[in-house]
C-alpha cells in the first residue's frame, strides 16, 4: 500500500549540553490527569505559582502515589454519580417499564423480561462441547532460502551477497576479514544460555525438532555471530549492519512475518526507517494517525539497538496492561534473537536493573517505571548503557502530572547522556515544534492510514459527511432506515440499534459511550432486540467465552454479559476486571463478539479497531470531547487487510452541532509542559531528584538544566519566562524548608545543595512530595506499637493515600466488618486514629463531634478491602460484601501493591524504619498477586492470569519451570480455551522470565567471584599511612 503524502521535516538543533559525575536517583509521583492550560492573549498568567499548598502538612484532598499504572483515566472519574449515569438509570427504569412493549417488524424482542435465564440454554454442554479448533496459525519450523544460502557460505567460506542486497537501501553486512577469527573466549558462558539452550531443546524435544529447524538456528546463530564479530573490530562505526533487513539479519523479516503476519513493510515504514537521520541516529519524533503503524518502525530500532550496537532499549508505554502486552510481544523476538525482555510496571522491576555481561536487555516500562529507571541508570552511571528511549503516545506529555514525569525522564536522558537517541511516537500532535525543540528531534509526518477513514455525523433521522472543506462542514449523505415502534423509539431515540444492525454480526462495530453505565445499558438494550440468528453467529465459541468468564470469577459470571454475550455483545470498561477485559477484548479480536460498548479508554493504544465505530455522544462524561480524543476513537475504524473502509458516526443532539463542526475540524490541539502543573508539583519533585542524583548541586547549575526542559521551550506561551529564575530559588527555599534538602553557602559565596535522607527516600520511593511527611510520621508511628499476628496494619500503612478521595465508606458495611476484627486488631485500628465508637456512631446515623481525622478513617476503610482480599483471595465476594465494582477493587489491589513497593524503596534509605524492609517485601509479592501462593509462580509470567494459572497448575505445570520447558501444542491441546497462539507466547515469557532469573542470579555469582580493581597491592601496602 503507498505511503501517500510525505513531509519531511528536518530541524537539528545545537548539541546538548552534558554529563556531571557521580549520580544519585530520584522517583516521581504520578497520577492526575488534566493538561496545562496555555496562557492565551486573553488569559492572564497563571498565577497559581505559589507552592505553599504543595507542602501542606496535612495533605487533603488529593494525594499521590505511583498509580501510573490504573487502568483508570477518564473512566475513574466517571463513577455512577455523573448526570448522564443518572440520566441512564432514568432510562434502564423507563426501559424496564416498556419492556413489555412489542417492537415492531425489522426487529425481534426475543427476552424482554427475564434475560438471565435463557443464557443459560447458551451454556449448555452441547455448546461448550463444539469448541471448534484455535483461530491462530501456527509457525511451522522452515528453512528460509535466504539462511540456506547463508548456511553454506558460511560453511563454504565464501563471500556473501545478501540475496536482498538489491531490494532496499540499506547497507551490505561487513564480515569477511573477521569471520575467520576465533570466537572471543567463551569461558564464562552464562548459566542462562547454557539453560535456554537446554530449554529449547527440552521444550522441542516431544514434537521432535526438523532438520530445517537444526539448520536454520545453527545458520541465524553464526550469521549474528559473524556479524557481531565484525561490529566489535569497526571502529568508529555508530551502527554496523547485521543483515538485510534494515541492517537486522534475514530472520527478523521471518519472524516478523511468522509472529506479526507481517509480510512487507508499509511504504511510510521504509522511508522513515531510511530517513537518514534515523541511519546516524538522531533524535525523532514520528506522527502519523491512529493504525498506521507506528510501533514496527520503534521495533525495528529498538532491535537495531539491541542486536547491532548492543546497547539496552526503553520503550515507555502509557499502562500496564500495555506494557504486558508488549513484554508477551517481544518475549518471543528476545528468544530466538537472544535478548532479554524486562517488565517494569506495577510492582515489578529492579532498580538498578541487573547488570547483563552476557546480553542486552529491552525494558519495557510504564510511564513512572520508565522515570524510576532512568534515575536508578543515572544513579549508578550506567545512563550510557541505555542506547534507545522510545516513547510512545508522546502527546501524553501534556497529560497532567503524568506528562510531567514523562518530560523530567527525557530531560534527563537528554542531559546526561548523549549518545542515548530518543524517539517519540504519536497519532495526535499539534505544535510539534514545540517537541522537536525540547527533543532536539527531527520530525516525520504521514498522514497514511491502511484503511480509509470515512467520517459521519447523525444528526435526527439523517447521515452526514464530514467535509471541513464544505462550509457548513457536513454533506448531506444519507437518511437513516429504520422502523422502530413507539416504545423503541422511546428506549432507543438515538437509533443506535438502526446503525449498528447495518454491520453486525458479519462486520464488528464500537460503540464508545459516555460513561460506564451507559456500555453497560447500551450493550444490554441492543441485545433486547436483535434477532435470533445472532445468537446462532458462532454460537460455540461464545459458549467457551461465557465459560471462560464464569472461570475468572470463580464461578460468578456478570449478569449484563451473561445476557449480552450470547449475542455477540460486551461492555468494555474500568469496572471489568482485567481478565474479564483481556478475555472481551481477545474474542472481539477474534470475530467471536462483534460489538463492544466501550469507554474512551479502549481507544488508547489498544488495537481492537472495527468496521464501523459510533460515538454515542460527543461526551466524556460531562465535558465535551477533545480533538484528540475524537481523533483517537474514530481511527479505529477500519480493520486493516479485512475492511476496504472504515465509517465513524457520532450521534449529535441538535444543541450540540456547533460545538461538533468545531470539534471535526480543528486543528489538533498543543501538547503543552506539565512541569507547573498542579501548582508546580512536577517542578518541585524534578529539582528534588536533580539534586540527590547529583546532576545539578548549584542553582546555577539548576538553571542550565531547565533550559533543557519543554517547559523553557514554551516559557512565553505558558508565562513563566521571566519568573523562571525566582521560580527555582522559592522552591529550593521550600524543599528546604520541608528538610528535603540542605543549602550550604561556600567561602566563594555560592550555594551548595544536598538532598537529606527523607529527600532521598521520598525521590527514590516515588512518593509525592505532599505527603512524605506523613508517610514517614505514619511509619515511624506504625513501628511503636506494630501489630505483627495480622496483615491489617502493614496493609493499612501502604494503602495508598491517592485512593482515599474516591472512597465513601457505607457504614453500617463498616461497622459490620469492623466487628468481625479481632481484639489486637480493632486496638491497632484505634491507636491509628480510628476507634470503633466512631464507626458504631456514624453507623447508627449519629452525628460525630469529636477531631476524628476522617481521611485515616477512610484509609483503614480500603485496608478493611485489602485486607479481606489477602484473606479470600476472592475478588469477586469482597467487591460484593463491600458493594464496589471488582475493577475498582482491582484498581485498589494493583495501586497499592505499586505503593507497597515505593513505600519499600522509601524505608530502604532511612535506617530507623529499618523493619519494614522485610515485611514489605513480602507484602508486596502479595498485594501482587493476591492468589493462593501455588499460582504465584505461573502469575508471575506476562499474560498468565489467576483463572488460567489454575487451569495450569491443574493440569500439572506447577513452576516457572514446567512452564518453560512446556510443548507449547500440547499445552494448548490440553488447557481449554487456550490457542496455540497464546500457548506459544505463555511458554516464551516463561522463558524468558526463567533465562531472567537464572542471568541475575549469575550476575551475582560474578560480582562474588570478580577480583576488586582496587585490591591495595604490596607496593602500596608496604607505603607508610
Ligand atoms: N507493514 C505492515 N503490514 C501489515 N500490518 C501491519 C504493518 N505494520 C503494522 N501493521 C499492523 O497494523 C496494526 C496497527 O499498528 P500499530 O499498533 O503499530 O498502529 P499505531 O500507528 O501505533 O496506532 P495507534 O495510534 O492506535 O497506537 C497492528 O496490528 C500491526 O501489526
Ligand atoms: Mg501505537
Redesign the pocket.
Known sequence: MNGGKQEIQIKRVSCRKRSRDGLKSHLTPARKRGGHPPCTQQQACPKNWKLSSIMADVPSAEFYSDSEDLFGDYDSLLEDSSLLAQLDSAEQTERQRSAADQPTAGFTSLRPANAAAPCEDVLTDSILDVLGDEPFEDSQPYLPASQHQFHQEVHGDAQRTSPHAGDNKTSTPLRDPVAKRPRPAAARRSVTERLKKTMLGNAAAPSGVSRAAEMKEAAVSEEIGVATRAVETASGAETADLGPFFGLPTKVKDLMFNL?G?????DW?ETCLNLDCVQQRRNLIYS?P???????VAEILVLRELLCRKKDCLFILPYISLVQEKVRGLASLGLELDFVVEEYAGSRGRFPPVRRRSGRSAFVATIEKGHSLVNSLIETSRIQDLGLVVVDELHMLGDGSRGAVIEMTLAKVLYMSKSTQIIGMS?TLGNIRDLQTFLKAENYTNDFR?VQLKEYVKLNDTIYEVDPKEEDCFRFSRPLNFKYSSSMQKMDPDHIIALVTEVIPTHSCLVFCPTKKNCENVAAMICKYLKEEFLRHREAEKGVLLRALRDSGNGAVCPVLRRTVPYGLAYHHSGLTSEERKLVEEAYSSGVLCLLACTSTLAA?I?LPARRVILRSPYVATDFLKRSQYKQMV?RAGR??IDTVGESILILQDKDTKMAKTLVSAPMENCYSNLMHDEGKGLLSLILSLIGLNITTSLDQMKDFLCGTLLFVQRKQLCVETSLTETVQRLVGLLEDKHLITVTTESHGGQTLQVTKLGRATYKGSVDLSYSEVLYRDLSKGLEGLLLNSFLHLVYLVTPYDMIAQCKPDWMLFFRQFTLLSATEQKMSAAVGVPESFIARKAAGQTVRKGVNMEQVRRMYLALVLFSLLKETNLWSVADRFQLSRGFVQSLLSSSSAFCSCVLHFTQELEELWPFKALLTELTRRLSYCVKAELIPLMEVAGVMESRAKQLYNAGYKTLSHLANADPAVLSNTIENLFKKQANQIVASAKMLLNEKAAALQEEVDELLTMPSDLPTAAKTQQPV
Do not use: F, H
Open positions: 506479526r507481517i509480510e512487507k513493510l508499509y515504514q502519523l491512529t493504525s498506521g503503524g507506528k510501533t514496527l497519532a491502511p493504544g488495537n481511527g486493516a487487510g
